[in-house]
């Protein structure tokens, strides 16, 4: 597609459900990366994938969270027993280089609410 | 580890004031990138621009300036004649390298208002 594409854009869950959320990379980019954005604050880095190495989950807050990429393309992001405090917007981006140089490209992201 | 500070919250300015919007930055890289993303009220994150760490050369386009000083760790964006569409929340970046390839590590963001 033209642009990274984020699917629920928003997304209300009760307490202790389950949760994915999708992410479509710009086509044919390697790098991807999920970010959280909380209320009033930056952006936390969560998990990065480059083509078929292993994801770097070292911003992962959690062992409730985890990340896939198939095929080197569409990536899940899954919060497993949601709290409250995972209330914030998910944001995906990718990027067609590996390296400091990159510059990311974001989606619209996804506003997930734990109520 | 690496961290970019940008110390205005919120400015606020009335149409075509020019506006400075502050970044400062620590790393221990001696090769570095740095970044402007705009995040307008729709929410998807607008890059702005980039800079190496051996290209002092400020760097103008259109409005929009930017001023890199290696010397004091800043990399400051200013906005010219501001408008109201230029009202969003502007982060700064600084661009790693970590494991396998690199991640953007972002400061809190300069919410800014420019009204009519």
């Known amino acids: 597609g033209a642009g990274v594409s984020q699917s629920p854009s928003n997304k209300v869950t009760e307490k202790g459900k389950d949760v994915e959320l999708r992410c479509d990379p710009i086509s044919g980019h390697t790098a991807l990366y999920w970010y959280r954005q909380s209320l009033g604050q930056g952006l936390e880095f969560l998990i990065y994938f480059q083509g078929n190495s292993a994801p770097d989950k070292s911003g992962l807050p959690s062992d409730r969270f985890s990340a896939e990429r198939t095929g080197g393309s569409v990536s899940t992001l899954t919060i497993q027993r949601t709290q409250q405090e995972d209330s914030a917007v998910y944001l995906c981006a990718s990027s067609g280089r590996q390296g400091r140089k990159t510059e990311a490209f974001f989606g619209q992201g996804t506003r997930l609410t734990v109520v | 580890a690496q961290k970019v500070t940008q110390a205005q919250t919120e400015i606020s300015v009335v149409e075509k004031e020019d506006v400075t919007l502050d970044c400062v930055y620590e790393t221990r890289d001696t090769t570095y990138y740095l970044f402007w993303y705009k995040q307008p009220p729709s929410g998807e994150l607008v890059f702005l621009i980039r800079?190496?760490?051996?290209?002092?050369q400020n760097e103008i386009s259109g409005r929009y300036s930017w001023n890199f000083q290696k010397s004091t760790s800043s990399f400051n964006f200013t906005i010219t004649a501001s408008q109201v569409v230029d009202s969003a929340v502007y982060f700064c970046a600084l661009s790693e390298e970590f494991r396998s390839g690199s991640r953007l590590t972002f400061g809190e963001g300069t919410q800014l208002t420019v009204n009519p």
């Open positions: 800079r190496n760490s051996f290209d002092e």
